[in-house]
């Protein structure tokens, strides 16, 4: 039972899922030749590669053993995927900045170490930075306040 539970098994798994749901969600590309390609083909031969890799991967876990997973930690995943909810429902109502602000504070608390002034100024960073490359070097439309930028 031990081996199932490897992290290189797992891995494996892993590999096999991602290729199984590409080839699900591109069954209905044509893939054609490798003369003529059609939409589909590169999507499913990189299907076909994460299956084999994924296969090799789990019976090399089962043969050999490996080092066994350690179990989830909850918090992180929750509080970043809270602070992914937060800014989604707030980057249309608000604005861009304080999508971020509340982002980068809910996800900040899922740490085991939370410093105020890290924080503001991962904040301060995360800002400017997508400012610059949204409003500036995209030319998005998104607004950072609304209603005043």
Do not use: Q
């Not at 490897?6 to 591109?26: C, E, N, R, T």
């Not at 109502?93 to 740490?111: D, E, N, Q, R």
């Not at 998005?140 to 306040?145: F, Q, S």
């Amino acid at each position: 039972m031990n081996r199932f539970l490897s992290k290189d098994f797992l891995a494996g798994v892993m590999f096999i899922a991602f290729g199984l749901i590409a080839l699900y969600f591109g069954r209905n590309l044509a893939v054609g030749t490798t003369v003529r390609m059609g939409p589909g083909y590169v999507p499913h031969m990189l299907s076909y590669i994460m299956l084999v890799l994924g296969l090799i991967i789990s019976v090399i876990a089962l043969i050999y053993g490996g080092e066994i997973t350690e179990a989830p930690k909850w918090r992180p995943i929750t509080m970043v995927t809270i602070g992914i909810i937060a800014f989604a429902l707030l980057l249309e109502t608000t604005g861009m900045f304080p999508a971020l602000v509340a982002l980068v504070f809910i996800a900040s608390l899922g740490g085991d170490e939370f410093k105020l002034w890290e924080v503001i100024a991962n904040t301060v960073v995360l800002t400017i930075l997508c400012i610059l490359v949204f409003k500036v070097g995209l030319a998005m439309n998104i607004a950072v306040l609304n209603g005043v930028w």
